[in-house]
């Protein structure tokens, strides 16, 4: 059972930063794939970013891409998001989730996911 606990959101000024980690209490928490999805008010679940077990990969919404970096520590067991530019649409909460299999099987979506964190609210005021 993987236990997973985000921290760093928070309220932010259209156009700041904001960076977004995700601490895992497994030991093996290099083995597994590492995702963030976020959800607005009214909407459903959408992936942001993936990251591989090792780092080497890493995959973007288009919403984020260029924007966006997700990072992970392994020492640290701890993922992170960090996201630029930051744009009222970008409000949500953000929720970090971790999986294991081919990185390339639909790591978009949620579905794949099998351990999740309990999300940290990110509001961004224009």
């Known amino acids: 059972q993987v236990q997973l606990v985000e921290s760093g959101g928070g309220l932010a000024q259209a156009g700041g930063s904001l960076r977004l980690s995700c601490a895992a209490s497994e030991r093996t928490f290099s083995s597994y794939h590492m995702g963030w999805f976020r959800q607005a008010p009214g909407k459903e679940r959408e992936f942001v970013a993936a990251?591989?077990?090792?780092?080497?990969?890493?995959s973007y919404a288009d919403s984020v891409k260029g924007r966006a970096t997700i990072s992970r520590d392994n020492a640290k067991n701890t993922v992170y998001l960090q996201i630029n530019s930051l744009k009222p649409d970008d409000t949500a909460i953000y929720y970090c989730?971790?999986?294991?299999?081919?990185?390339?099987?639909?790591?978009?979506?949620?579905?794949?996911?099998?351990?999740w964190g309990q999300g940290t609210q990110v509001t961004v005021s224009s």
């Open positions: 990251i591989m077990w090792s780092g080497s990969i890493t």
């Open positions: 989730a971790a999986r294991r299999g081919p990185y390339y099987n639909d790591y978009r979506s949620d579905l794949r996911y099998d351990y």
